[in-house]
């Protein structure tokens, strides 16, 4: 709204400019003979006006230059997913057994508490993205939640279940990745790791922040919030 006040005050300066020169103009023609100087004087005043219209258009870029260099946590192009694909290269970059060696299983995060049995919409679409990136940088993730059998009913057609009697009876899974959420005033930090089933040795770690405008962004649910 500031612009267009300025804008529409400079065109009315820029027009009033243009009045006065050709008022100037009539009265030199009757006074003398200005024969040569009308076009002159009309080209130095649309000079003029072309100066202010640049004017105004290099202080309007200056304005959005400047509204863009302050941070709006409203305005970002940050998403869970770019925070999950940081920590998936930091674990496959720091892995300690070879992608063709490992079938790793991938849980929800929990609630770092005493139980560390609380789940969250947030755990658990960690845990699904996490799936997809280990698979993208070459390891083979294993969904265990897959039933022996498909399901088909009136709603559809299954293939997931958390029925453990559906569930593979074998361990198809050298190691599991999962993690651990510490609730912040300003966001969420994450430990990941992963971990040989058989042994429990650390094969893997990382950890992260990430802002609750991140989270907020994409309606994401905190249960411990």
């Not at 009697?165 to 930090?189: E, Q």
């Amino acid at each position: 709204m500031v612009n267009l006040v300025k804008r529409s005050a400079l065109i009315g300066i820029s027009a009033l400019s243009l009045l006065l020169s050709g008022c100037n103009l009539m009265g030199e023609s009757i006074a003398t003979e200005p024969a040569k100087s009308e076009p002159e004087q009309t080209v130095v005043s649309n000079l003029d006006f072309n100066q202010i219209m640049a004017q105004m258009q290099q202080n309007d870029e200056q304005e959005q230059y400047a509204d863009t260099t302050q941070f709006n946590p409203n305005k970002h192009h940050k998403s869970l997913v770019n925070y999950v694909e940081q920590m998936a290269l930091d674990l496959t970059d720091t892995m300690q057994v070879a992608p063709q060696d490992a079938a790793i299983a991938v849980t929800s995060f929990v609630d770092l508490d005493a139980s560390l049995t609380t789940a969250s919409q947030l755990g658990n679409q960690l845990s699904e993205t996490f799936i997809h990136q280990l698979q993208k940088f070459g390891y083979s993730a294993v969904d265990f939640k897959t039933a022996n059998l498909i399901t088909v009913n009136e709603q559809g057609d299954f293939a997931f279940t958390r029925n453990t009697r559906k569930l593979a009876g074998t361990n198809i899974a050298s190691h599991v990745l999962s993690g651990t959420l510490i609730y912040r005033a300003d966001g969420v930090v994450i430990n990941a790791r992963v971990i040989n089933i058989e042994n429990k040795r650390l094969a893997a770690s990382s950890r992260t922040f990430i802002p609750l405008y991140v989270l907020n962004k994409e309606d994401i649910y905190l249960s411990s919030n």
